[in-house]
Structure formats: C-alpha cells, structure tokens
Nanobody, 128 residues
Framework: VQLQASGGGLVQSGGSLKLSCTASGFDYREPFDGHSLGWFRQVPGKEREFVISISSSGRSTYYGDSVEGRFTISSDNAKGTVDLQMDHLKPEDTAVYYC??????????????????WGKGTLVTVSS
C-alpha cells in the first residue's frame, strides 16, 4: 500500500487550499480495505499533530480542535482518494501535511501511533 499526498503550496492568510491523498495497493474488497484515513501535520521541532480523519466508508469524520469549522474531509472510494479542503487558513496552519491509514475507525485514524501506512508529506505555507 502506498499513500501519496499532494496539493501543498503557498497561500495567503484567509485563503483556501485542497490537499489530496491518493491510496494505491488496497484491493478494495471493501472501501479502502476497511482502513480509515487521517491527515496530520508537523512543524519542524514539534510533534506531528492530528488534523482530521475519515472512516473507510466515508460516513464518519473526526476533527482536531484547531481545525473544526475550517477544514473538511471527503473520500472517493472509486478513485482511492481522500481530500482535505482547508478554508480560512491561518499562518499557524503552516506545516508539512501527511496522510496516514489504519485499519479501524475514524477515531483510530486520529492517533499517530499505530498507523499502518504513511505517505510522504506536502508542504503548506500560509503567509500573513
């Protein structure tokens, strides 16, 4: 299984950006092979922080406190993608964003420890 995050870039404060995580290698007997996917972010010198997650079915989502109301997550099982829509961006949202997958619930995908798969990150920079 491979996860590939994309869509990072430079955006002004208050702007929007959409990240995508493309999953390959699942055999899709069920959506994402029963794996929930989560987005995390990391700033140099700090621990990786949970952002948002979605269950394999797409019916359940779980939000980190710092992004609720500004970020949304969606999934497309047919395409094998999970999108992170980021609105009302703030300079403190600047980080490298990673997607990860774990077999289990959206809540399980909020925990960095125990993730089954990680993708390489994509850098988001929000200018003030």
């Amino acid at each position: 299984v491979q996860l590939q995050a994309s869509g990072g870039g430079l955006v002004q404060s208050g702007g929007s950006l959409k990240l995508s995580c493309t999953a390959s290698g699942f055999d899709y007997r069920e959506p994402f092979d029963g794996h929930s996917l989560g987005w995390f972010r990391q700033v140099p010198g700090k621990e990786r922080e949970f952002v948002i997650s979605i269950s394999s079915s797409g019916r359940s989502t779980y939000y980190g406190d710092s992004v609720e109301g500004r970020f949304t997550i969606s999934s497309d099982n047919a395409k094998g993608t999970v999108d992170l829509q980021m609105d009302h961006l703030k300079p403190e949202d600047t980080a490298v964003y990673y997607c990860g997958a774990v077999e289990g619930s959206a809540v399980a995908a909020s925990c960095m420890v125990g993730m089954d798969y990680w993708g390489k990150g994509t850098l988001v920079t929000v200018s003030s």
